[in-house]
């Protein structure tokens, strides 16, 4: 079954800290793993994403790391803030658009993150 | 800037009711989705178009169905509506291989 499992359901940390969600998955045809990030009455929005090929991406204070060989991968929040306070999903995919999948994202249980003042 | 629009924000229905909810895109993605999003389940894929009057289920269909007679619009009906389907329904539309944009959701209440 396609399932990425996702962890913890909820998290709170001070301002400043670094939570750390994790993803875990079976499917080894997927290839490329984002991160979407909601606010309260908003739709998800990507907020990054990275293909097994590195086993770390970082773009300002969000890191992905990514274990291939575990089918791990997991989101880093450095220095979080509280504007940082939102829902995290994690999904995975076939990169590759073709065959019965299209390249269909598979998402995780989410997060909700709060981050205190 | 992408946009894709959702006609309600906030729907109440009665049980055995036909529902209608529209989603419009304005990028002339070829990709629409449908979702329904429930605290501790995620998102879950209803049905997808990939073009114009195609159609492919997703992992929950039952008791949905979409319309997609233009590109930039994807609708999902319930046929008959059902207090199990109270839920957040969220559209998506994408370009293959490329980022998938949301809108901002239908909270959907079915008495």
């Known amino acids: 079954q396609q399932q990425v499992k996702q962890s913890p359901q909820s998290l709170i940390v001070q301002k400043g800290g670094i939570p750390i969600i994790n993803c875990a998955y079976e499917?080894?045809?997927?290839?490329?793993f984002p991160w979407y990030q909601q606010f309260p009455g908003k739709g998800p929005a990507l907020l990054i994403a990275i293909r097994p090929d590195v086993s770390e991406k970082k773009e300002g204070r969000f890191t992905i790391s990514f274990n291939k060989s575990a089918k791990q991968f997991s989101l880093h929040i450095m220095d979080s803030q509280p504007g940082d306070s939102a829902t995290y999903f994690c999904a995975a995919s076939p990169l590759n658009a073709g065959g019965t999948s299209y390249g269909k994202l598979t998402f995780g249980q989410g997060t909700i993150l709060t981050v205190h003042p | 800037d992408v946009k894709v629009t959702q006609s309600s924000r906030y729907l109440v229905k009665r049980t055995g009711e036909k529902v209608f909810l529209e989603c419009v895109q304005d990028?002339?993605?070829?990709?629409m989705f449908w979702y329904r999003q429930d605290p501790g389940l995620g998102l879950r894929l209803i049905y997808f178009s990939y073009d114009v009057k195609m159609k492919e289920k997703g992992d929950i269909p039952e008791g949905y169905s979409v319309s997609r007679e233009k590109k930039e619009r994807f609708s999902l009906i319930l046929e008959s509506a059902s207090t199990n389907q109270t839920s957040m329904y969220l559209c998506a539309s994408r370009n293959p291989q490329e980022t998938q944009y949301f809108g901002p959701g239908t909270r959907l209440l079915v008495l």
């Open positions: 499917n080894t045809a997927f290839d490329y």
């Open positions: 990028m002339d993605h070829e990709n």
